[in-house]
């Protein structure tokens, strides 16, 4: 705390000279006139007093009192001066010398002269005093309080002495015994209001608002007028949260100085902190007014804007900050964070580049510049400015973390894990750190392990919603499918809106074949969602499963409204359609199916399936050859063209086929039957028989039948 003190001693004693009636006469009238407030006259008659006697000691000195009370300080330098030439040993002409220097801000010739006073007396009580004061203006606190103890010495009941010396403790840091003097001077005066005042400033450098209130509230009770004391009590107020008591104190600082611009912006923050930004606003414009470069008004007034969606307004004032602030490096930065905030990010990469212009080393700056180049999916930019904020605090948590997320996007997961691990470390309740290593973990395959993380993050956080959501994801890839259900119904519990978790839920369900609660949880997720086109898509594929195919068909048409490209949706209606016997439309969506994706073999084959069932035999064996173009082992591609080619009398095609099939799955009983027939066909009865026999032998009944009438 640091404090000018212009309080100062003057010795005004006057005295007259008793050896001449004349001599007396002029030094009777200057004394009776200096009196009367008449000091230009007081210096005329002193001014003749000494015409007749050049060596009067007292007209020089009582001149000079009377000049410095007309402001000539200078002149009553002068007068000491010559008392001092006539009077080498003469304490008062250097006192109040000191005290001319002092009024012309001399401060160094001030000490000279109340040094000398001391010289002549040590016991000199205002010297001491008056020299503290102006050692107090050159900053020599020490000596200062080396002058006011001296006057306690002296007086012990000096209660300035202690108020003042208190001042030169706190503005050394030693706020502690700072009160202690001024905890003497209110037991010597119990109303002296300074002595609670700057008692409650100390306490507040000490952070101790509480007991700082109760100093000022009683400096306010015995001056109920000093506004600074509301406008102090106020801050304190401010500091413990109290801010409808800090905005009643602000008020009262403003009714006794209606221009008093701190009280206003102090008052804005107060507002803001209460929610009240219309209110902050009116009062950060007034400090404006009242002080058109007050910077922080402009910030904050830039922030309350914001709040209030006001964001142009914001910007706007921010920049208005940056202009007049003479080091805007950390307003770059605040401008940088509420771009950020706005998703214009390229803008607060500009203004974070500023900031770390102007100061290579801020931390934050580069932490926030490496979100923002995240955001805006430079991910490799994004890890040097975290680096280089773990550079400069290798604590910075959030550094660590959001390193890791960011290596995650590049598919460095292994990265990613010890970037979280270390955040860990460092803040071993850091929840969201132990919930992304089990997102990463459950990326690598670690279930096991992933699950312990989010276990973790629910320890710590029982109420983490995705934690819980995770977690069940997690234990579906253990097979744990029970232990995923509780999971996500506990996220249910948590947040009833939670649309992922009923999706979730009916996902482990349907794996449980429990179809009407897999349903039933799709429809509270659309409900929740009606653009959820994958709760449709498995709500159908569920229907399908309960043979419900015409409510599957309605979810899959609207999964396909919502995304036209869905082209599971289209196959798994075009199965639907097939299971109602509607093979023209199972052929249409097959159809979609395969020109949105060329390569979906399944899409082939069940077409291939409608297309036998309209009697398109040659369509379908072209539909059988495509699925064997992209897989030359899918058995049923061939048995199935094999059946299609023995219906357009293609047997030796329909031969080739099954031995295919054979080849590539001895097992496959119904190859055999099937190749029996087309042989038999071909009249290659020998060949039928073996392979009729071969079927039996796999367990096709009706093989024994066709090898008793054709074969025996």
Known sequence: ?????????????????????????????????????????????????????????????????????????????????????????????????????????????????????IEL????????????????????????????????????????????????????????????????AIELDPEHVGAYGFRGLAKVDLGDHKEAIQDYTKAIELDPELDLLYFQRGLCKFKLDDYRGAIADFNKAIEFDPENVDAYFKRGLAKSDLGDDKGAIQDYTKAIELDPEYVGAYVYRGFAKGHLDDNKGAISDFNKAIELAPEPDLLYFQRGLWKFLLDDYR???????????????????????????????????????????????????????????????????????????????????????????????????????????????????????????????????????????????????????????????????????????????????????????????????????????????????????????????????????ANLEDYIGAVQDYTKAIELDPEDTDAYFNRGVAKANLDDNRGAVQDYTKVIELNPENVNAYFNRGIAKSDIGDDKGAIWDCTKVIELNPQFAYAYYLRGLAKMALEDKNGACLDWSKAGELGIAEAYDLIREFCN
């Open 121 to 184: 007396d040590p016991e000199n009580i205002d010297a001491y005093f008056n020299r503290g004061v102006a050692k107090a203006n050159l900053d020599d606190n020490s000596g200062r309080i080396q002058d006011y103890t001296k006057v306690i010495e002296l007086d012990s009941e000096n209660v300035d002495a202690y108020v003042l010396r208190g001042l030169a403790k706190s503005d050394l840091g030693d706020d502690k015994g700072a009160i202690q003097d001024y905890t003497k």
């Open 347 to 577: 803008g607060a990469i500009a203004d974070f580049n500023k900031a770390i212009e102007f100061d290579p080393e801020n931390v934050d700056a580069y932490y926030y510049r490496g979100l923002a180049k995240a955001n805006l999916e430079d991910y490799i930019g994004a890890i040097q400015d975290y680096t280089k904020a773990i550079e400069l605090n290798p604590e910075y948590v959030s550094a660590y973390h959001y390193r890791g997320f960011t290596k995650c996007d590049l598919g460095d997961d292994k990265g990613a894990i010890q970037d979280y691990t270390k955040a860990i470390e460092l803040n071993p309740e850091y929840v969201n750190a132990y919930y992304n290593r089990g997102v990463v973990k459950s990326n690598l395959e670690d279930y096991k392990g992933a699950v312990q993380d989010y276990t973790k993050a629910i320890d710590l956080d029982p109420e983490h919603v995705g934690a819980y959501n995770n977690r069940g994801h997690t234990k579906v890839n253990l097979g744990d499918h029970k232990g995923a259900i509780w999971d996500y119904t506990k996220a249910i519990e948590l947040n009833p809106e939670y649309v992922n978790a009923y999706f979730n839920r009916g996902l482990t369900k349907a794996n449980l074949e429990d179809y009407k609660g897999a349903v039933q949880d799709y429809t509270k997720a659309i409900e929740l969602d009606p653009e959820y086109v994958n709760a449709y898509y498995n709500r159908g594929l569920a229907k399908a499963n309960l043979e419900d195919y015409r409510g599957a068909i309605a979810d899959f048409n609207k999964a396909i409204e919502l995304n036209p490209e869905y082209v599971n949706a289209y196959y798994n209606r075009g199965l639907s359609k």
């Open 1 to 117: 705390m640091k404090t000018a003190f212009a309080f100062i001693v003057l010795f005004t004693t006057l005295t007259v000279n008793g050896q001449d009636s004349v001599y007396y006469d002029y030094d009777e009238e200057g004394l009776t006139k200096y009196n009367l407030g008449d000091y230009k006259g007081a210096i005329q008659d002193y001014t003749k007093a000494i015409e007749l006697d050049p060596e009067n000691t007292d007209a020089y000195f009582n001149r000079g009192l009377a000049k410095s009370d007309l402001g000539d300080d200078k002149g009553a330098i002068w007068d000491c001066t010559k008392v001092i030439e006539l009077d080498s040993e003469n304490v008062d002409a250097y006192f109040n010398r000191g005290v001319f220097k002092f009024n012309l801000e001399d401060y160094k010739g001030a000490i000279q002269d109340y040094t000398k006073a």
